[in-house]
Nanobody
Framework: EVQLQASGGGLVQAGGSLRLSCAVLGPISDDYAVAWWRQAPGKERERVSC???????TYYSDSVKGRFTISDNAKNTVSLQMDSLKPEDTAVYYC???????????????WGRGTLVTVSS
């Protein structure tokens, strides 16, 4: 059974940084993609970033482009470095995995538990 373990959330002041990690455990295929999604209170879940481990493909939403960096350390762990954080980045962040970087959240087979990121102004 594939399991995703997300970690690294916390409280940070605006302008600060946090690093989220998603460990992919279990019998996942050699080719896989890991995406980060977030959901703020009262809002729909939003795709933030995605990386495919073999295709050299990365995706960033416009809201985080230039501030967040996704990376795969080749040990089945994907990190999301979040810099220049803004209060509007406050949300529960989830990692999800599948064969491709899908646009829709329902297309991902595997999800980790969320980790809360709070950015104070």
């Amino acid at each position: 059974e594939v399991q995703l373990q997300a970690s690294g959330g916390g409280l940070v002041q605006a302008g600060g940084s946090l690093r989220l990690s998603c460990a992919v455990l279990g019998p996942i295929s050699d080719d896989y993609a890991v995406a980060w999604w977030r959901q703020a209170p009262g809002k729909e879940r939003e795709r933030v970033s995605c990386i495919h481990n073999r295709k050299g493909y990365t995706y960033y939403s416009d809201s985080v482009k230039g501030r967040f960096t996704i990376s795969d350390n080749a040990k089945n762990t994907v990190s999301l470095q979040m810099d220049s954080l803004k209060p509007e980045d406050t949300a529960v962040y989830y990692c999800a995995a599948d064969r491709e970087c899908h646009v829709l959240d329902v297309s991902y087979d595997y999800w980790g538990r969320g980790t809360l990121v709070t950015v104070s102004s």
